[in-house]
């Protein structure tokens, strides 16, 4: 490129140099000829009168033979051709020839000139000596009359000669010249171009994204003005583009990071972008399904025709959609679609927001089975106080050991219902304190703890000949909400000696495990077959619901435990075999 930008100044530099070195020389060569020309016309002139002079009494005398001798003699000498011409035309003498076999000179141009008293002057090829001469006559007057002429030539061979001579050593010079002023356009043109180029190079970065490049903008006049600006136009540029981009990455993360999934299609049904969550949903890979169409992508024949519909409307749609996920589960789908409208309103595609209502759904249905369990938990005792208070206004009163059996039993199913209570009233607290807000917690030794949920058990344990053993380090020490995780250990030891066989052992133990406190309660009772293994600390589950309330359990109890696990950041699982007996496995994270 730089190459051109130098050889698109340099020829013309050079071209024009050429011709004004041409016109010159050429102008100079027709001053020299007509310097000459004029110079020898006036040489000869000078001699045509000097030889007039000499030759002038033999004129008057009219001695031929004179005349002849003194024509060649001046001739010689002057190394000019010397005519004497009569006015008839007759030529009286001769320096280069014998006049005698000479014909009439009286139609030569510059005789004719001559004989009208006025100097001659004529350039021809010579009739008498076949070549190119310039000519000069000059009138010989006797009493105001042309008697003869005298006439001087000389061949302008000469002259040629010396001309070009001349010539060529103005060509030799013009040449020298030349070549010195090719080289001084070409270093002109070198310079000229060094900084165009070195713009053009600039400008070519700029074109390749590299706007931090700066052009050299050092120096005085318009190039380093136009590099300035250009400077400053890339800079401009570049804070643009990074505005842009920065922004256009702010969209695309909030794009990505949406829970919505959602989904771009054109006027004729091809997607145009999706991000992250509706890729999920649909079971897509996005970095392949630009461009696809929706009954390409979409499996799911309520959603294809939802979006077909979509994209012939202008006006916002929402349809809830059952889907089958690759799993075999169903999710419950809330799709909107928005079009997507040009500058000029013109319908150019379809925005889908599929919103995954499924949790929302499951937690709706939780609480539905939560609020029926709570019902059915409530009224069988209510039902049973009720049946006996009836019995005992029915007239049972009457028999004082009825009454004492009855009232016990309400007394029993008052107490079922009041830990019922309680246990709901302990869930509730737990599931009210938000997630974030942390547990108050101190350094607390464990096995104190477990020795005191031991001993809230001990009667009971006592009552079904149950041995209780507590294997816990005495310095081991945690980060824990005492009171909460006494009832955690408790819920499960009242579990163990509640499924023990009588004369049944339980093991409480407690240590640490990668940086984790580990409680096991173990017992070696009926143990829990692996179908119900996940689902006891679900609210209200139970395995045998009979011996369960038989037992005084309200179903609570793993749940409560379940709860206090997760606020210590911690888990609790089962590992179970029936008529093995159960160890039910709590850890919570030391580093709190
Ligand atoms: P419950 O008050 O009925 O004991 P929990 O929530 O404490 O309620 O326990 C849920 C169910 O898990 C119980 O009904 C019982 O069937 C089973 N279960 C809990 N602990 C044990 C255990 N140690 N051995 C056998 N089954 C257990």
Redo the contacts with the bound molecule.
């Keep these: 490129m730089k190459k051109r930008l130098l050889w698109q100044i340099f020829p013309s530099y050079l071209v024009i140099t050429l011709l004004a070195l041409i016109a010159f020389a050429i102008n100079v060569s027709f001053l020299i000829d007509s310097l000459f020309i004029s110079q020898t016309r006036q040489t000869l002139e000078v001699r045509a009168q000097l030889a007039r002079e000499v030759m002038e009494t033999s004129i008057d005398a009219m001695n031929l033979a004179h005349i002849d001798a003194a024509c060649k003699k001046l001739g010689q000498e002057t190394k000019t051709r010397i005519t004497v011409i009569e006015s008839s035309g007759r030529v009286l003498g001769e320096s280069d020839r014998d006049p005698q076999t000479m014909e009439s000179h009286l139609m030569r141009p510059e005789v004719q000139q001559a004989l009208k008293e006025q100097v001659g002057f004529n350039v021809r090829p010579s009739a008498t000596l076949e070549q190119r001469m310039m000519y000069v006559a000059v009138p010989v007057l006797r009493n105001n009359q042309v008697v003869a002429v005298v006439r001087t030539s000389i061949p302008l061979i000469e002259i040629q000669h010396t001309l070009s001579a001349l010539t060529h050593s103005v060509v030799r010079y013009g040449i020298i010249i030349v070549l010195v002023l090719a080289v001084v356009s070409l270093w002109y043109s070198w310079e000229l171009s060094r900084p165009l180029v070195l713009l053009q190079k600039g400008a070519q970065e700029f074109a390749k994204g590299r706007l931090t490049h700066k052009l050299d903008a050092s120096g005085k006049g318009e190039i380093a003005e136009l590099a300035k600006t250009m400077n400053m136009m890339a800079e401009e540029l570049d804070r643009r583009i990074q505005s842009t981009v920065r922004q256009q990455n702010q969209q695309q993360a909030m794009f990505t990071a949406m829970l919505e999934g959602v989904i771009a299609f054109d006027i004729s049904g091809k997607c145009l972008t999706l991000n992250k969550a509706a890729a999920k949903m649909l079971g897509l890979d996005a970095s392949k399904s630009v461009g696809r169409t929706a009954g390409e992508l979409i499996r799911n024949s309520e959603l294809q025709l939802f979006i077909q519909n979509a994209l012939q409307s202008i006006q916002p749609t929402e349809q809830f959609i059952l889907m089958s996920e690759p799993g075999g589960q169903e999710s419950n789908i809330q799709a909107s679609a928005s079009p997507l409208l040009d500058n000029l309103s013109d319908n150019m595609g379809s925005l889908i927001v599929l919103n995954d209502m499924t949790r929302i759904y499951r937690l709706e249905q939780v609480r539905r089975d939560f609020v029926a369990n709570v019902s059915h938990e409530l009224k069988t005792p209510i039902t049973s106080i009720h049946g006996f208070i009836e019995t005992l206004l029915d007239g049972a009163v009457d028999n004082p050991e009825n009454v004492k059996r009855f009232l016990n039993i309400v007394a029993r199913q008052t107490d079922r219902l009041n830990s019922i209570i309680e246990?709901l009233l302990l869930l509730c607290e737990l599931e009210q304190q938000d997630e974030t807000v942390r547990v108050p917690r101190q350094v607390c030794i464990i096995r104190d703890i477990l020795n005191s949920a031991v001993e809230l058990c001990r009667h009971k344990a006592d009552e079904r000949t149950i041995q209780l053993d507590v294997e816990c380090p005495p310095d081991l020490k945690s980060n824990v909400n005492a009171s909460l995780l006494e009832q955690a250990v408790l819920?499960?030891a009242?579990?163990?000696v509640?499924?023990?066989n009588p004369g049944g052992k339980v093991i409480i133990s407690a240590g640490t495990e990668q940086n984790n406190l580990v409680i096991r309660?173990q017992?070696f009772?009926?143990?829990?077959a692996s179908e119900?293994q996940s689902r006891?600390?679900e609210?209200?589950?139970?395995?045998?619901?009979a011996?369960?309330?038989q037992?005084?359990?309200?179903?609570?109890?793993?749940?409560?435990?379940k709860h206090i696990a997760q606020y210590h950041q911690g888990t609790i699982r089962?590992e179970?075999a029936i008529g093995k007996?159960?160890t039910?496995i709590l850890s919570l994270p030391m580093s709190l």
């Design positions: 246990d819920n499960l009242d579990n163990a509640k499924y023990s309660v017992d009772g009926c143990g829990i119900h006891i600390f609210r209200f589950y139970r395995v045998d619901k011996r369960s309330r037992m005084g359990g309200t179903g609570l109890g793993l749940a409560i435990v089962v179970s007996g159960s039910f």
